[in-house]
């Protein structure tokens, strides 16, 4: 029977994936191999059975803890890394914290102050994945929230985790003041600076908007989702014409 490459790989893949749980059963403990097989295999398999890339994901996070791998494992293996055929089409798959938030049991980890919460609404046609790490005014231009509440706040959720938006879906999300200097840089670029700095802000948000970005503005929608999908790239003409005419 001729296999294609992906298709060999899935194989061997669920060998090894296999040969992880017998050795499971045998209440042995799993080494850094075998426990990427076990949590990789998982993933395929709910994105076989029709499940989204959220539950998938899930159902890789929640497989195995740090009682069930060799000592080291947990600090050796950060992330899993699989590509799964869901039902409409491939998607890389990234398993963080496959243990655990920060080799933790899940639940464990502490969650970072709640200092609101913000409204937001994928009017994507995919399923949108958030992180604490990311200024909350910069994300995903096809995810519509008030970006001048979000200046300066993240989500208020562990380190590692991400909270997953599927198309159609309004969620309300806690979120937390970003500390320390308060100084952002990346991302988008569009602040690259003080996050408290009035002109900074102002500069920000107007550009944000300009390029397509979904915003809510005293409580009313601003932007349309044909110019949220090219926002990033009209944003990046935007760069271009500002360093060029420095």
Request: with cysteine; proline share 7%.
């Amino acid at each position: 029977m001729a296999l294609t490459p992906g298709e060999a790989d899935r194989l061997l893949l669920h060998v090894q994936a296999t040969l992880a749980q017998r050795r499971r059963d045998r209440g042995l403990h799993l080494n850094v191999p075998e426990a990427t097989a076990l949590i990789a295999d998982a993933v395929c398999e709910a994105a076989r059975d029709g499940r989204t890339l959220p539950q998938a994901l899930d159902a890789g996070r929640r497989l195995l803890g740090p009682g069930d791998v060799l000592p080291g494992v947990v600090e050796s293996l950060r992330e899993v890394r699989v590509e799964a055929r869901f039902d409409d089409g491939t998607r890389l798959v990234v398993v963080t914290e496959p243990f655990g938030v920060a080799g933790s049991p899940l639940g464990a980890s502490p969650l970072p102050p709640i200092d609101g919460h913000i409204t937001i609404f994928n009017e994507a046609t995919t399923d949108i994945g958030l992180t604490s790490h990311i200024h909350l005014a910069e994300v995903n231009p096809r995810l519509r929230l008030d970006r001048a509440a979000a200046f300066g706040v993240r989500l208020a959720i562990p380190a590692g985790e991400t909270v997953w938006i599927q198309p159609g879906q309004r969620v309300e999300l806690p979120v937390t003041r970003i500390r320390g200097e308060r100084v952002v840089v990346g991302n988008t670029g569009v602040v690259d600076g003080q996050l408290d700095d009035p002109e900074v802000r102002a500069r920000a948000l107007a550009t944000l908007r300009a390029c397509g970005y979904l915003d809510v503005v005293d409580g009313l929608p601003v932007g349309e989702v044909r110019s949220a999908d090219s926002a990033v790239a009209s944003l990046v003409d935007h760069h271009r014409g500002t360093s060029g005419s420095s």
